[in-house]
């Protein structure tokens, strides 16, 4: 019996138009360098079955690009300064720009010693706190309960018997990695300890942003701790099943002051009660240094933007070390115009994190910064979850946020600026042995993907705005 051709006719202008929203839809996933221009054309080629795939080849479609990239030349390196220190002025436009976007002083005279992983870390923690002799401010994303986490409940809660006051704050959800949640054992044994914008049933909040990334501890006004390690036996590579790699630092001298500010105006978000910040404390080293706050409040771009103006005034070399690498546009610019004008721009990545997803989405992002010069790395396991800055060998910044937009648009993160040559130097060499034990990956390795994979990676890579 033969078909009704009208229905035969329906069935194929059906396909046809099928047809046509998935190619467009697809070249635009595989081809836009911006996410936000890739789910336009998407949700335009779908909206409009048959004109928006029209309008995509007529307008989207970048037809020169192959093209161009036959004619490329590769820059030859300007170079700068040759190894040592950079120009006088250097120093002088890091100041300048950190005094416009803070509005915090540099503070010189302090001494910044390296932690790197929970078992170096945590025991000089603790030892700190079992020394207190007035305060003890903790806030931390993560408080794991497994052992690691006990001994610093237990170190918390004898120091709030013998008259410290202790004061911990804990992120609402990271507190739920772990269970028994940290609070309520803080809590049962003493210490004051509050949770930072839980989600609760009444009234109904529930907020998965606007978390509380910081990572600090003060103890008496005069020693602080920060950098990106949560607290928890994960941390502690020799341990844990899932080991990681990371640093944490030991800050005295002035600037303990201001990441003690920090910690007050947290406090009093969170339960209403007002601290009072300790005063700078004395001269115990030669860095000069500087907390920056960001956060979603009137903190909202402050990192960025000083990450942004200590990349564009660097003369030598851009050292990142990142977990998580999901760059917003202003940062790949920067990068990019970096390592066109000559300086040396290094990534190192871990080559898997514990967010595969996130990895994916940072494969995407990486051909545009390979095609313009940038190096990246990308290293074994253990997963590194170290979060360093290092310029021209004589500034750095250490702190809890990732290059992404969680850390710099949703998150309240810290970070410390250091202004010293030796300790940056050092930081410098940590980077670059990691560089030395990881693979270098190349544009075309990085364009040579299967299909399957560069679909997956723009998948997530089309979403990465809100990862």
């Known amino acids: ?11 194929l202008l059906i396909a046809l138009t099928a047809l046509c929203a998935v190619s467009g839809a697809m070249h635009a996933l ?6 936000r221009s890739a789910l336009g ?6 909206l409009l079955p048959i004109a928006g795939p029209v309008l995509y080849v007529l307008f989207g479609v970048n037809r020169v690009r192959t093209r161009a990239r036959q004619l490329r030349v590769r820059p030859q390196s300007i170079g700068g300064p040759e190894e040592g220190q950079p120009p006088e002025d250097f120093a002088i436009q890091l100041t300048r720009i950190g005094d416009a976007v803070t509005r915090r002083p540099t503070l010189g005279g302090n001494d910044v010693v ?23 401010w903790l806030s931390t994303y993560i408080f794991e309960t497994d052992p690691v986490g006990r001994d610093f409940i237990a170190a918390l809660a004898a120091a709030a018997a013998r008259g410290v006051q202790v004061r911990v704050l804990v992120d609402g959800i990271g507190e739920w990695y772990s269970w028994p949640r940290a609070v309520s054992l803080l809590r049962r ?18 907020s998965l942003n606007l978390r509380n990334h910081r990572k600090l501890l003060i103890v008496d006004g005069e020693t602080g701790f920060a950098g990106g390690m949560n607290i928890g036996g994960r941390e502690v590579g020799k341990a844990h099943h899932r080991r990681m790699a990371d640093l944490h630092f030991r800050l005295r001298g002035p600037v303990v002051a201001q990441l003690a ?13 007002s601290l009072n910040p300790p005063p700078r404390g004395e001269h115990l080293g030669k860095s000069a240094c500087r ?23 660097a003369h030598r070399q851009v050292l990142i070390m990142t977990p998580y690498f999901i760059p917003p546009p202003e940062l ?3 990068l990019q115009t970096a390592a066109l004008r000559g300086v040396e721009v290094c990534l190192v990545l871990p080559a898997r994190s514990n967010l595969r997803y996130v990895d994916w989405a940072t494969r995407r992002w990486l051909p545009a910064l390979l095609d313009r010069g940038v190096r990246v790395f990308l290293q074994p396991p253990p997963f590194s979850h170290t979060k360093l800055i290092v310029i021209d060998g004589s500034y750095a910044q250490i702190g809890s946020a990732n290059l992404d937009p969680r850390s710099l648009r949703l998150n309240f993160e810290i970070a410390v600026e250091l202004y010293d040559a030796n300790v940056s130097t050092e930081l410098a060499a940590y980077i670059l042995s990691a560089r030395d034990h990881a693979w270098q990956i190349s544009a075309r390795e990085s364009w040579m993907q299967g299909v399957a994979a560069r679909v997956r990676d723009s998948l997530c890579w089309l979403f990465s705005p809100y990862l």
């Not at 019996?1 to 329906?10: C, F, S, V």
């Not at 054309?41 to 779908?46: A, M």
């Open 1 to 11: 019996m033969p078909r009704d051709p009208e229905a035969i006719g329906t069935i």
């Open 30 to 35: 595989l081809t836009k360098p911006d996410p």
């Open 41 to 46: 054309w998407i949700v335009t080629c779908w």
């Open 114 to 136: 390296r932690l790197e992983n929970g078992e170096n870390a945590f025991p000089v923690m603790l030892a700190a706190i079992a020394g207190a002799r007035r305060s003890i």
């Open 189 to 206: 044994s003493g210490v004051r300890a509050a949770r930072f914008l839980p989600p609760r049933l009444a009234p109904p909040v529930l």
């Open 261 to 273: 500010e920090c910690f007050a105006a947290d406090w009093v978000f969170a339960t209403g009660e």
């Open 291 to 313: 907390v920056i706050t960001e956060g979603p409040d009137e903190d909202n771009d402050k990192l960025l933007f000083v990450i942004l103006g200590a990349i564009s005034v």
């Open 332 to 334: 790949t610019a920067a």
